[in-house]
């Protein structure tokens, strides 16, 4: 099968019907801003060949609001979409101009997405965190801090390229978030969802932003965008298991 047609079909296998989640928007030191609901409406065609999506959103205020994007059509889509986790973004840094991350991870019907966002300087301006679920609103169950587990981790690692090119399932270790480099910003949030990236991007510099999720005591996810001196190159997926 074509790769981007691949790609569009796992956008319809995976995202499509409604998300019930609370999204959070932090400060780039951790700090609750606002908090809202929001239902992700994704309604493919019958054919397939569009996909149109509607957020709903209630505030704390009472106030509603709804917001149309789309329609994509097949197979044009920004997002690079594996079985258990998706990402889009900005594919450089350019001065003068935003640049976010956007990593959702997948498992079963929860979803679990964290966007961090850049001013037109390149210094991390906030995040965006949300947990989600396909069809009604959860309550998800308190968790340890991810930062505060250890365990035997047993891994395995995807990567998906700009070109919608896949890598066969590899093995890989596990590495603590907070083993990364140093000098990023790791913030560790209540809903079991975790970021490092780094508190200022360059145009010419490599980076990455990577996002934990610990689904449960025995399943971890991660996910990151990893940059080189001439933008963004992969996607990767590791899935632990104890």
Same mark, same amino acid.
């Given at each position: 099968m074509d790769r981007k047609l691949q790609n569009w079909k796992k956008f319809c296998q995976y995202y499509s019907g409604d998300l019930?989640?609370?999204?959070?928007?932090?400060? =780039?030191?951790?700090?609750?801003?606002?908090?809202?609901?929001?239902?992700?409406?994704?309604r493919p065609t019958a054919e397939g060949s569009e996909i149109h999506q509607q957020n709903h959103y209630t505030y704390a205020s009472g106030k509603t609001e709804t917001k149309t994007f789309g329609p994509y059509k097949q197979p044009i889509t920004t997002g690079l979409f594996l079985d258990n986790g998706f990402s889009w973004g900005s594919s450089t840094v350019k001065s003068g101009s935003t640049f976010f991350s956007d990593i959702c991870l997948r498992y079963e019907n929860s =979803?679990?997405?964290?966007?961090? &966002?850049y001013d037109e300087s390149g210094s991390l301006k906030r995040f965006t965190v949300f947990p989600e679920h396909l069809g009604h609103f959860v309550n998800v169950p308190a968790l340890p801090p991810p930062h505060q587990i250890s365990s035997d981790w047993q891994g395995t690692l995807q990567t998906i390229t700009p070109d919608w090119q896949i890598s066969p399932p590899l093995v890989t270790s596990w590495q603590p978030l907070d083993d990364l480099p140093k000098d990023y910003l790791r913030l560790?949030?209540?809903?079991?969802?975790s970021i490092s990236c780094p508190a200022q991007v360059e145009s010419? &510099?490599?980076f990455f932003v990577a996002v934990d999720w610990l689904v449960n005591q025995t399943l971890?996810? =991660?996910?990151?965008?990893?940059?080189d001196r001439s933008g963004f190159t992969s996607f990767t997926l590791e899935v632990f298991r104890i």
């Open positions: 019930y989640g609370i999204w959070t928007r932090y400060s =780039r030191a951790g700090e609750v801003i606002e908090s809202w609901r929001c239902i992700r409406s994704f =979803r679990a997405t964290a966007i961090a &966002k560790h949030f209540t809903n079991s969802i010419g &510099k490599e971890w996810q =991660r996910g990151t965008r990893h940059y």
